[in-house]
């Protein structure tokens, strides 16, 4: 092995250290050292490591936190087809609670020499996580795109709606049918688009209603579960707050909601109006059809292709955010607000 060491790091013009540091998969090794360590294993007829082999398979792995929400397999589908008409072939690799996480799959997809990978909302978009896993996988010189989530401590292009611009969005319109408590049902603080919709959700109801941002944050903002029993528990808390009107983060969290009125003996839109977030499929046939804020999926998965192949062919973008701006669509779960009425 050291006699292999320093053939390889004289035929690259580097230090032994340094050829370690490649061979491992190490982190803190110049992209143009990597690429000359592994010319030298070439020249010098070593076969590379399972995870620094060319990536010539054209395969590309999609990782995603779960398909319950049918936002995730609508993004996956986008990006399956896209990859393959560039002449990829995707390979979906999904979280289960209990089985495989996402450094495991990531561990798998690298095993079977992918030319890249897209993470959809993984833990690149939680704050608590550490970044440190994504410096691992650059070392190892596999391509990577982050979907839904920013960290700069990543240095790799990320795809996100405009989230702050979807809160403003979905306020002013419910201001605009005269709702004057409107709450904001979404999931766990420690994620980042969790904390831009609150950033959002602030500013439009201090610019449109004059609340006090200690206001809002303490009385109109509610953290649960992106689920459809997390919604309906946001919108229980909100609506004993005295909200004729609630903006969920996610389509299902909304369709909670709306259960949550229902279960209370009041009406949706006529007592309650619900704001959704996503526009997933199947969603504007809900009863009633939901009003939501559509995220761009079609652009972002496109991007997000588009970016990771730019990665691939060895002209990498900038560590970039590239943000996409999101639309209302006004359905049948939103009217004007109550009048005076007992609340529940």
């Known amino acids: 092995m050291t006699t292999r060491l320093a053939d390889i790091a004289a035929q690259a013009g580097v230090s032994e250290a340094t050829v370690s540091r490649v061979l491992n998969g190490k982190p803190g090794v110049a992209p143009t050292t990597r690429q000359s360590v592994l010319a030298a294993l070439d020249v010098l007829g070593y076969e590379r490591p399972v995870r620094l082999r060319r990536r010539s398979e054209g395969l590309v792995g999609l990782i995603t936190p779960e398909l319950e929400n049918p936002i995730f397999p ?41 030319a890249g990978i897209i993470y959809v909302s993984g833990l690149h978009a939680d704050t608590t996580a550490d970044m440190q896993r994504y410096e691992q996988l650059r070392a190892q010189g596999v391509p990577f795109v982050l979907v839904d989530g920013f960290s700069s401590k990543v240095q790799a292009p990320f795809i996100s709606p405009d ?73 229980a808390a909100l609506i004993d707050r005295g909200c004729t009107a609630v903006v969920c983060a996610s389509d299902m969290m909304a369709l909670g909601a709306i259960r949550e009125a229902r279960r209370r003996g009041l009406e949706v839109p006529t007592d309650v109006s619900v704001v959704g977030f996503d526009d997933s499929p199947l969603i504007a046939f809900t009863d009633p059809p939901l009003t939501t804020v559509r995220k761009p999926v079609p652009a972002m998965g496109q991007a997000a292709v588009r970016t990771l192949l730019e990665e691939i062919g060895g002209t990498p973008a900038p560590h970039s955010e590239f943000v996409f701006m999101p639309e209302l669509v006004v359905r049948g779960s939103t009217a004007s607000a109550p009048g005076d009425r007992p609340r529940p």
């Open 163 to 235: 989230d702050r611009a979807a809160m403003t969005l979905a306020v002013t319109h419910l201001v605009s049918l005269g709702h004057t408590r409107i709450g904001l049902a979404l999931g766990p603080q420690r994620f980042v688009p969790v904390q831009r919709k609150i950033e959002g959700f602030v500013r439009a109801m201090q610019e449109q209603l004059g609340l006090s941002a200690e206001d809002v944050g303490s009385r109109l903002v509610q953290h649960s579960l992106y689920t459809l029993e997390g919604g309906q528990a946001a919108a």
């Open 74 to 114: 609508a993004l996956a589908q986008v990006i399956g087809q896209a990859l393959t008409r560039q002449g990829y072939t995707p390979v979906l690799a999904t979280q289960t609670p209990g089985g495989s996480t996402e450094d495991e799959l990531t561990e798998m997809l690298v095993d079977r020499g992918v």
